[in-house]
């Protein structure tokens, strides 16, 4: 056990409020090297970035033959703010350890651009101007155009579970549409998020229906992370699991990507049976594990994926 007058300390500090996911970690390192608190901060911020790159996927592609620094530097900074929410030009420094003066030059010229906002603190977040391009690309994704009636259908008969299309790029699932039903749970799961394929229904769905060369190159290229403790991380296993999604046409998450929640996947494909995007119905697992519910809730999946696919097919 950790001595109280360490974890004190963590709270005195007020380092505990500011990382409470790693307050044990703050008075275990507190306790072994008696660092500064400045230095804790740094240490546990990089431990935090390890953490949350681990377990949500944020899409970098393979490395550019001459990556340009000051877009890097740029991606440190835009990334930092959306993992915090806002920060400083100082605790941004800290963060991606760039000097103060280079920090605050890179987010006047993104506030001129409107990609940031300032408030009367001082302190940054990221605009809705993200909002606005992600918009305009989806607009243009003709499959969200073609699904956005029945995705919202099936939202409205299964008012308490969450109806998502998504599709692959890049080797990741990205949420193209999330609607949440009336008596839905709070999720957070928006548009646009970004996950990992092996763990998640509606990414197993995909993959089942890769060729053994694409899941290849997709699992060596980003892993297999557990985001939890049911996340299938061995790849024989995930293997074995296609052949029943294939001859079932449906994908279970069974709190594979979030505990005390399960989902329902299945793929939509086009006339030629090429795989262009997933649709899943996602609920708490007290409610879909009912044999009635899962029935149920199995037969409308397949026949909104059915309806989309003819539609798409026609347009």
Same mark, same amino acid.
């Given at each position: 056990?950790?001595?109280?007058?360490?974890?004190?300390?963590?709270?005195?500090?007020?380092?505990?409020?500011?990382?409470?996911?790693?307050?044990?970690?703050?008075?275990?390192?507190?306790?072994?090297?008696?660092?500064?608190?400045?230095?804790?901060?740094?240490?546990?911020?990089?431990?935090?970035?390890?953490?949350?790159?681990?377990?949500?996927?944020?899409?970098?592609?393979?490395?550019?033959?001459?990556?340009?620094?000051?877009?890097?530097?740029?991606?440190?900074?835009?990334?930092?703010?959306?993992?915090?929410?806002?920060?400083?030009?100082?605790?941004?420094?800290?963060?991606?350890?760039?000097?103060?003066?280079?920090?605050?030059?890179?987010?006047?010229?993104?506030? @001129?651009? &409107?990609?940031? $906002?300032?408030? *009367?603190?001082?302190?940054? !977040?990221? #605009?809705?101007?993200?909002?606005?391009?992600? =918009?305009?690309?989806?607009?243009?994704?003709?499959?969200?155009?073609?699904?956005?009636?029945?995705?919202?259908?099936?939202?409205?008969?299964?008012?308490?579970?969450?109806?998502?299309?998504?599709?692959? @790029?890049? &080797?990741?699932? $990205?949420?193209? *549409?999330?609607?949440?039903? !009336?008596? #839905?749970?709070?999720?957070?799961?928006?548009? =646009?998020?970004?996950?990992?394929?092996?763990?998640?229904?509606?990414?197993?769905?995909?993959?089942?229906?890769?060729?053994?060369?694409?899941?290849?190159?997709?699992?060596?290229?980003?892993?297999?992370?557990?985001?939890?403790?049911?996340?299938?991380? *061995?790849?024989?296993?995930? !293997?074995?699991?296609?052949?029943?999604?294939?001859?079932? =046409?449906?994908?279970?998450?069974?709190?594979?990507?979030?505990?005390?929640?399960?989902?329902?996947?299945?793929?939509?494909?086009?006339?030629?049976?090429?795989?262009?995007?997933?649709?899943?119905?996602?609920?708490?697992?007290?409610?879909?594990?009912?044999?009635?519910?899962?029935? !149920?809730?199995?037969?409308?999946?397949?026949?909104?994926?059915?309806?989309?696919?003819?539609?798409?097919?026609?347009?």
């Amino acid at each position: 056990m950790l001595g109280e007058s360490f974890k004190r300390r963590v709270v005195d500090s007020g380092l505990s409020n500011k990382y409470p996911v790693e307050y044990q970690v703050l008075a275990m390192l507190w306790a072994k090297i008696g660092t500064s608190r400045s230095r804790l901060s740094r240490i546990v911020r990089q431990i935090r970035t390890y953490m949350w790159s681990a377990t949500d996927c944020h899409y970098m592609d393979e490395e550019a033959n001459r990556p340009i620094k000051a877009l890097l530097t740029m991606n440190d900074i835009v990334t930092a703010l959306e993992r915090d929410n806002n920060g400083s030009v100082t605790a941004l420094a800290e963060e991606i350890e760039r000097p103060r003066s280079v920090v605050h030059d890179y987010l006047s010229t993104l506030r @001129q651009l &409107g990609y940031v $906002v300032q408030d *009367d603190t001082g302190t940054y !977040e990221l #605009s809705l101007r993200f909002m606005e391009l992600g =918009g305009r690309v989806r607009e243009n994704v003709s499959l969200y155009e073609v699904a956005k009636p029945e995705i919202r259908r099936l939202a409205e008969k299964s008012s308490s579970e969450l109806v998502t299309l998504s599709v692959e @790029q890049n &080797g990741v699932c $990205v949420a193209l *549409d999330v609607v949440q039903g !009336e008596q #839905s749970i709070s999720y957070d799961f928006t548009d =646009g998020t970004h996950f990992h394929m092996h763990s998640s229904g509606v990414g197993k769905a995909m993959l089942a229906h890769y060729s053994d060369e694409r899941v290849t190159e997709i699992l060596d290229k980003h892993g297999m992370p557990a985001r939890t403790k049911n996340t299938i991380t *061995d790849r024989d296993e995930l !293997e074995d699991e296609f052949e029943q999604i294939r001859e079932s =046409g449906v994908s279970f998450d069974r709190e594979e990507y979030r505990m005390g929640m399960t989902t329902f996947s299945t793929v939509i494909q086009d006339s030629s049976g090429r795989v262009v995007g997933g649709l899943s119905v996602t609920g708490p697992v007290h409610r879909l594990q009912e044999p009635e519910v899962e029935e !149920e809730l199995t037969s409308e999946l397949l026949s909104t994926a059915n309806i989309i696919e003819l539609n798409y097919s026609a347009r």
